[in-house]
């Protein structure tokens, strides 16, 4: 199919965004959408696949848009995502939002799911006391479940947040990192503060950490605690033990909703030790209640890069005859 269409009105600043430097964004979206694109001024000819060249020729409406301002790379590569797999399930009760998305209450109004996964994932959250988010680095899992969280806090849905990681080290011994156990466990949670740091602003933040309503602690603090009208996020759980993730789920208690993330291709437990995100993936497939998102490379959200050095180990486990 040949589709051809102008941009209007006419901008040549907004032109020379949205190509690129010498047209290199619009070789980037040929690549992503296997399509053939040649234009002359504002006029484009794009040749396709029927769906691939309206997907094509949406994207470059949409950044034409926002090409009033400098285009980054990062949304350059966050709209080929859209592109390439856009949204179409329907909204979340109580969130609603004209243009389709479901919308969350956080100081990031630009905050919606980009691909299809990503928003079954937000309504598991949203419809479910306990929810699984399993994939490869990149697909938002955590990220996305504190904006859940931000926003069940948000609309007093919640009283509280807390946020938890098991403190298994990647290589390294925390014994040979300096400090105090505060100051030797903060690093494994810094991502959870990156998180809440843009989705709430610093002082938000610490405010919230001074009134108790955010909470940030290793996974072995949880332990014998009942966990009432909070938010709770496991992050990294495929390094927990069965035992471990036993003990974390069994700890939610009335008005409280869960979300466990994790990959289980880059599992740090000592060799022989069993993922208890492997195992409670087998256990709790059919319990009632419980969802899972399985996210894969499509799903990536980062650096074009990560979505393919994600697709290498995956194509090498395969060969390899693991899971």
Do not use: W
């Amino acid at each position: 199919m040949i589709l051809r269409f102008t941009l209007e009105p006419v901008d040549n600043t907004r032109l020379a965004r949205v190509c690129g430097s010498l047209d290199a964004h619009l070789r980037e979206i040929e690549a992503a959408l296997g399509v053939k694109l040649t234009r002359r001024d504002a006029e484009f000819r794009v040749d396709g696949a029927k769906t691939a060249a309206e997907r094509t020729r949406s994207l470059l409406e949409g950044l034409y848009e926002r090409a009033r301002r400098p285009l980054s790379a990062e949304t350059l590569q966050l709209a080929l995502v859209e592109a390439k797999a856009p949204v179409t399930a329907p909204r979340a009760e109580g969130h609603e939002d004209t243009n389709g998305p479901l919308v969350l209450r956080t100081r990031r109004a630009d905050l919606s799911a980009r691909t299809p996964r990503q928003h079954q994932y937000l309504q598991q959250i949203l419809s479910h006391d306990i929810t699984f988010g399993l994939g490869p680095a990149g697909t938002g899992k955590t990220f996305l479940a504190v904006a859940c969280a931000v926003d069940a806090l948000e609309r007093a849905a919640v009283q509280r947040i807390i946020l938890t990681r098991p403190a298994v080290e990647a290589g390294e011994r925390l014994g040979f990192l300096p400090g105090d156990l505060t100051q030797k466990v903060d690093p494994y949670l810094r991502p959870l503060y990156d998180a809440l740091y843009d989705l709430l602003g610093f002082d938000r933040v610490t405010k919230a950490f001074e009134k108790g309503q955010l909470e940030v602690a290793p996974l072995a603090f949880m332990r014998g605690r009942t966990l009432n009208h909070a938010f709770v996020i496991l992050d990294e759980a495929q390094n927990t033990t069965p035992e471990q993730m036993k003990m974390f789920l069994t700890r939610i208690g009335f008005g409280s909703r869960c979300v466990v993330t994790g990959d289980t291709s880059q599992i740090d437990l000592p060799r022989g030790v069993q993922s208890g995100l492997i195992d409670a993936e087998r256990v709790l497939a059919k319990v009632k209640g419980i969802a899972m998102t399985h996210f894969t490379s499509a799903d990536v959200v980062r650096h074009p890069l990560v979505a393919r050095i994600v697709e290498a180990y995956e194509a090498r486990a395969k060969r390899e005859g693991r899971n």
